[in-house]
């Protein structure tokens, strides 16, 4: 898509270490980035309009949802236990959006193109959108109405419907994936040709063909990259690490968990393209990509962590039943953990064989960056 010549991105977090969001930026000359959250967090007074917009996507949620959440069930095996858990914090936060919108109009009367990073931000862009005629180029990032949180019954159709509107009113919807891609073409009813999949592969291509030399030694470690947040089986690792005495070395985004802490992890720079190559460079390395099932987002992810991985050539270990031990397995690109088997991950690493399975990452890398593998 050509850049406007006035572009506005919308964030609701900090994005020094959002790779996707950043490499957004990178398309468009000169942008203006609005924190939607900061924004929406100043606005003031009562918005009927605001309230209104939440009561018909909630009548929208109940006429959609059957169909929904029969769709997730017959694809997905998904099940929600509570009818209403977690709805009214769905619907704080599209009011909050609304008023966020409205303390923005303003200043962002003249701008030809919207890029919103995520759910909330779309409900900005979208209301924005409609004021200034300006292009909305919509980027979900995960499945936003199905993430790591309480997924009720209508809640999660509460979310499904207002990101429903959203894709309605957007030139352009970037998801993460193919299957995801699938997804919501069926859910959203998305036309093939306003998706478009953006992998997470934003890393600087410090890989090219025979410039990552083979490990010096045969020491092992276990990498991680990312958020010390729930749902990332830090503690399984903790306990495998501890158990077969491998060390861990660990470049979180964000707070340090305890879990690292206790575990006496080895905590990397933030900035950690560097240390990571030289940590490839001296040990028989993998990646940890594990996630527990408690979210349809985590069940379809191709996480950062994972490209990070091909881009320094190193097997990755992904949870079982998830779309990623799906291309792990079909690509030879390291191991699947079910809760129980770490002790044949072990065996892998210090196996003979793991020589091959670096170079299975190594070719699947050029085989992506060819555009000959699609996933």
């Not at 092992?220 to 503690?235: C, K």
């Amino acid at each position: 898509m050509k850049a406007s010549p006035r572009t506005a991105v919308l964030i609701g977090e900090d994005i020094a270490c959002d790779r996707r969001v950043l490499t957004s930026l990178a398309e468009y000359p000169v942008p203006e980035v609005v924190d939607v959250v900061k924004e929406a967090a100043a606005a003031t007074g009562f918005s009927f309009h605001a309230y209104w917009r939440a009561a018909g996507a909630l009548f929208s949620a109940l006429l959609r949802g059957r169909r929904l959440w029969s769709l997730l069930g017959r694809q997905y095996g998904l099940g929600s236990q509570e009818i209403a858990g977690g709805l009214s914090v769905s619907l704080r936060s599209f009011v909050r959006a609304q008023q966020g919108a409205r303390r923005l109009r303003g200043r962002l009367e003249s701008v030809r193109l919207i890029h919103a990073h995520d759910l909330f931000c779309g409900v900005v862009g979208l209301e924005l959108s409609k004021r200034s005629g300006a292009a909305l180029v919509y980027d979900a990032h995960e499945i936003e109405f199905h993430r790591n949180r309480r997924n009720s019954w209508l809640r999660t159709a509460f979310d499904a419907a207002v990101e429903r509107s959203v894709i309605s009113g957007a030139c352009e919807v970037r998801v993460v994936n193919e299957p995801i891609a699938g997804l919501y073409a069926r859910i959203h009813d998305v036309p093939p040709g306003r998706l478009r999949v953006v992998l997470n592969d934003h890393f600087v291509q410090c890989w090219q063909k025979g410039s990552i030399a083979e490990p010096a030694r045969d020491a092992l470690a276990v990498v991680y990259v990312g958020g010390g947040v729930r749902g990332r089986q830090l503690e399984r690792l903790a306990a495998e690490a501890n158990r077969f005495r491998i060390p861990v070395h660990a470049f979180f985004i964000g707070e340090v968990p305890e879990v690292a802490r206790a575990g006496g992890w080895m905590l990397g720079a933030r900035d950690y393209e560097g240390e990571l190559r030289s940590l490839v460079a001296a040990c028989r390395c993998v990646m940890w990509c594990c996630v527990d099932d408690v979210c349809l987002s985590y069940r379809l992810a191709l996480p950062n962590k994972f490209f990070q991985a091909l881009a320094v050539g190193i097997p990755v270990v992904a949870a079982a039943d998830t779309y990623l031990a799906e291309v792990v397995q079909a690509y030879d690109l390291g191991f699947t953990y079910d809760g129980r088997n770490f002790a044949a991950i072990v065996d892998g690493l210090r196996s003979p064989g793991f020589a091959d399975l670096v170079g299975s990452v190594r070719r699947f890398r050029l085989a992506l960056s060819a555009g000959s593998v699609r996933i």
